[in-house]
Nanobody, 117 residues
Framework: QVQLVESGGASVEAGDSLTLSCTASATLFIPSNPMGWYRQAPGDRRELIAAINGGNTYYHDSVKGRFTITRDNANYKLDLQMNNLKPEDTAVYYC???????????WGQGTQVTVSS
C-alpha cells in the first residue's frame, strides 16, 4: 500500500526560507521512479513545481533559482529547500510520483505553507 507523508510547512514572512520533507513507501520511492513536489493554491489547480529523476531535475519557472529538490532513496525521503519565499508561494504542498496521475493515484494530506508580505 502506498503511503505519503509531507511535513515542514509553516507560516513565514516574505524572504524567509523553509524546508519541506516527504517520506513514502518503498514501492513508490524506488530509484527508478521520478519524484516531485506539487502545490495547490486557493482557487488554483494543483501543479508540479519540481521533479527529480536520477541526475535530472525540473523546476517550474515560478520557483526556478529559489527552490531545490533532493531525494534520499535509501531512506525513502524527498526534500524541497525553499529560499526567498514570496506570498505567491502560499499553497498546500504535496509530494508524489512525477508522472501523469489519475483518479486511482494516492495523495497524502499535504503540508501548508503560508507566506506573508
Amino acid at each position: 500500500q502506498v503511503q505519503l507523508v509531507e511535513s515542514g510547512g509553516a507560516s513565514v514572512e516574505a524572504g524567509d526560507s523553509l524546508t519541506l520533507s516527504c517520506t513514502a513507501s518503498a514501492t513508490l520511492f524506488i530509484p527508478s521512479n521520478p519524484m516531485g513536489w506539487y502545490r495547490q493554491a486557493p482557487g488554483d489547480r494543483r501543479e508540479l513545481i519540481a521533479a527529480i529523476n536520477g541526475g535530472n531535475t525540473y523546476y517550474h519557472d515560478s520557483v526556478k533559482g529559489r527552490f531545490t529538490i533532493t531525494r534520499d532513496n535509501a531512506n525513502y525521503k524527498l526534500d524541497l529547500q525553499m529560499n526567498n519565499l514570496k506570498p505567491e508561494d502560499t499553497a498546500v504542498y504535496y509530494c508524489n510520483a512525477a508522472v501523469p496521475l489519475g483518479p486511482d493515484d494516492v495523495w497524502g494530506q499535504g503540508t501548508q505553507v503560508t507566506v506573508s508580505s
